[in-house]
C-alpha cells in the first residue's frame, strides 16, 4: 500500500477497521521516523530525555557534543529556526549547507548553499519584520554538508540499508544484509565553484540516471559486502567492523527515539531504507530514512536484490505464507529469515538481564563505544540498551 492509502485506511473520518486476517506495510504515522523534520525533532527529544534520566549513553565531550548520539549532521528548520540557524552559520562561514524540503523524495528540491544570501526568502519579513507564514513557504531543513565524505575513485557515495520493524513495543527490527552503496557519477570536488553540480553531490539514482557517465550495466552501484572487502583490505578488519557496529547502533538509537511516539498498530509491519554517509574519518551519519524505498530495479543485479527483499519481508511478515494473523507474536523462527538478520530485540535483550555492550554482527564485542570510553577514562558504557 502506498503511505496515501495508509493514511485513508487510518484516516478518523473515512479510515475503517482492519479485520485480524488483514496486515499492512506501513504503521500509521510512520512519518515520525521518515519526515526529514520529524525525525531531527525525535531524534533531539529523544537525546535530551536521556540527558534528563542521566543516562550515560547522552554523555557529551568538553565542547558540548555528545559522544555516542552525535550520528546527525547539525539541522534546522527552516522558516522556523532561521535566527538559530543564522547564529550557528556565523560561527563558521566558510560552512556548505544542504537544503531539502521536507516531504519530498529521489533528491528533488535539494540544493547546497554557502552564502545566508541565497536563502533570503526564508528569513524575516524586513517591512513585516515578522516571519512569513509556514503555510505561504514549503517547510525545509537545512543541514551541515559532510564535505568530507569518504571516497572511492575519487567519488562519493552513500548507503542504502533496508530494515524491517515488525514492532515498536516491543521493538524488534531485523536487517538486510543485502543493502548497496550508490556512487555519483562525477568526481567528488568541495570547490564551491561547483555547489550547482547535483552529480557531484547527489547519489540519488533519480538524479544520476540522467548524467552523461551513468553506467546502465551497474548503475552506479556497489553491494555492501564489496564495500565491506576494500574497507577490509584498504583499512582493515577491525576498523571496518567497528564503522558496521556504529551503522547498526544508529539504526537501533533512531527507531528507539520514535518508538515512544509510533502509533503501533498490531496490524502493521514496515521496510524502511535507511539512507547512510560516511566520512573520510570513517564516521557514519545518518541522512533520512524513506518510507517507500524505491523496489523497481535500474539494473539485472537491482532486480534480484529487490525481489529477495520483498520476498524475505513478507515471509517475516506472514511466515509460511498463511492466512494473516494480527494477534501472532511476530517472532518467526530463524529459518524464514533469508537475507535478514535480527538487528535488536527488545524483548530478548530485557530478558538478557545486566546491560552489555555493542557487539558486531558476528557476536563479539567490539568495544566500539567501551574504546571511546576508556580513551577518556570513562567507564565502557552501555549501548543496545
Known amino acids: 500500500m502506498s503511505v496515501q492509502t495508509i493514511r485513508n485506511v487510518f484516516s478518523v473520518e473515512t479510515g475503517y477497521r482492519l479485520s485480524d486476517d488483514q496486515i499492512v506495510n506501513h504503521f500509521p504515522n510512520h512519518y515520525e521516523l521518515t519526515r526529514k523534520d520529524l525525525m531531527v525533532k525525535n531524534i533531539k527529544r529523544y537525546r535530551k530525555e536521556l ?19 552525535d550520528f546527525v549532521p547539525v539541522t ?27 516531504g ?13 544570501s541565497q536563502i533570503k526568502k526564508w528569513s524575516r519579513d524586513s517591512k513585516t519584520s515578522s516571519f512569513v507564514s509556514q503555510s505561504s513557504k514549503e517547510a525545509y531543513v537545512i543541514s551541515l554538508y559532510i564535505n568530507n565524505p569518504l571516497l572511492i575513485g575519487g567519488k562519493k557515495f552513500d548507503l542504502r540499508l533496508y530494515v524491517l520493524v515488525s514492532t515498536y513495543r516491543p521493538l524488534r527490527c531485523y536487517m538486510y544484509k543485502l543493502g548497496f552503496c550508490r556512487f555519483c557519477t562525477v568526481k567528488y570536488t568541495p570547490s564551491t565553484s561547483e555547489l550547482d553540480n547535483m552529480f557531484v553531490h547527489l547519489t540519488n539514482v533519480a538524479i544520476q540516471k540522467h548524467g552523461d557517465d551513468y553506467n546502465h550495466i551497474h548503475g552506479g552501484k556497489w553491494t555492501v559486502s564489496n564495500l565491506r572487502l576494500y574497507l577490509e583490505s584498504t583499512r582493515g578488519k577491525e576498523v571496518t567492523n567497528k564503522l558496521f557496529d556504529e551503522i547498526h547502533w544508529i539504526i537501533v538509537q533512531s527507531l528507539k527515539a520514535v518508538a ?16 547512510i554517509i560516511i566520512d573520510d574519518k570513517l564516521k557514519p551519519w545518518l541522512i533520512e530514512v524513506n518510507a517507500s524505498p524505491s523496489l523497481t530495479s535500474s539494473t539485472a543485479n537491482d532486480r534480484i536484490l529487490k525481489y529477495n527483499l520483498i520476498n524475505d519481508t513478507l515471509n517475516i511478515a506472514v511466515p509460511n505464507g498463511e492466512i494473516p494473523d494480527c494477534k501472532w507474536n511476530k517472532s518467526p523462527p530463524k529459518e524464514v529469515l533469508g537475507n535478514y538478520e535480527v538487528l535488536y530485540d527488545e524483548e530478548m535483550a530485557q530478558s538478557d538481564g545486566s546491560d552489555r555492550d555493542l557487539r558486531s554482527r558476528s557476536g563479539q564485542s567490539t568495544g566500539t563505544k567501551g574504546n571511546r570510553g576508556r580513551d577518556s577514562g570513562k567507564p565502557v558504557l552501555t549501548t543496545w540498551k
Not at 81 to 102: A, H
Open 51 to 69: 540527558e534528563k534520566e542521566g543516562s550515560p549513553l547522552a554523555e557529551k565531550d568538553e565542547n558540548g557534543k555528545y559522544i555516542y548520539l
Open 76 to 102: 534546522f528548520m527552516l522558516p522556523a529556526d532561521y535566527n538559530l540557524f543564522v547564529e550557528e552559520f556565523r560561527k563558521n562561514p566558510s560552512s556548505t549547507w544542504i537544503m531539502k524540503p521536507c
Open 104 to 116: 519530498k523524495a529521489q533528491g528533488k528540491g535539494i540544493f547546497l548553499i554557502n552564502k545566508l
Open 260 to 275: 515512544p511516539v509510533m502509533n503501533n498498530d498490531k496490524h502493521c509491519f514496515e521496510c524502511y531504507g535507511y539512507d
